[in-house]
């Protein structure tokens, strides 16, 4: 049975810094390609970052420079590192793992505000 669960979501004020976990188990996660998706309230999921199984990763526009994705294959863990938080980046958090087929999570919230 494949799990995918995040954890890492909460409040945090405007320029702080936020670091979400999504652990994957019942796939070859060192083979899999991992993904962070958000969506805010009103708005369609969008891709925020995505790393590949030799470690090429993939940015929306809006987080570029600001958020870090990573991986630890050893963990089946991957990581996503906020940096410099916007109110806009405020938004439900979820973890994709793409094996044979897209398993997701039941996302992390994340609260930008002052």
């Known amino acids: 049975q494949v799990q995918v669960v995040e954890s890492g979501g909460g409040l945090v004020q405007p320029g702080g810094s936020l670091r979400l976990s999504c652990v994957a188990s019942?796939?070859?996660?060192?083979?899999?390609?991992m993904g962070w998706y958000r969506q805010a309230p009103g708005k369609q999921r969008e891709l925020v970052a995505r790393?590949?199984?030799?470690?090429?990763?993939n940015y929306a526009d809006s987080v570029k420079g600001r958020f870090t994705i990573s991986r630890d294959n050893a963990k089946n863990t991957v990581y996503l590192q906020m940096n410099s938080l916007k109110p806009e980046d405020t938004a439900v958090y979820y973890c994709?793992?793409?094996?044979?087929?897209?398993?997701w999570g039941k996302g992390t919230l994340v609260t930008v505000s002052s």
């Open positions: 994709n793992a793409r094996a044979s087929q897209d398993y």
């Open positions: 019942g796939i070859i996660f060192s083979r899999s390609v």
């Open positions: 790393i590949f199984s030799v470690g090429i990763t």
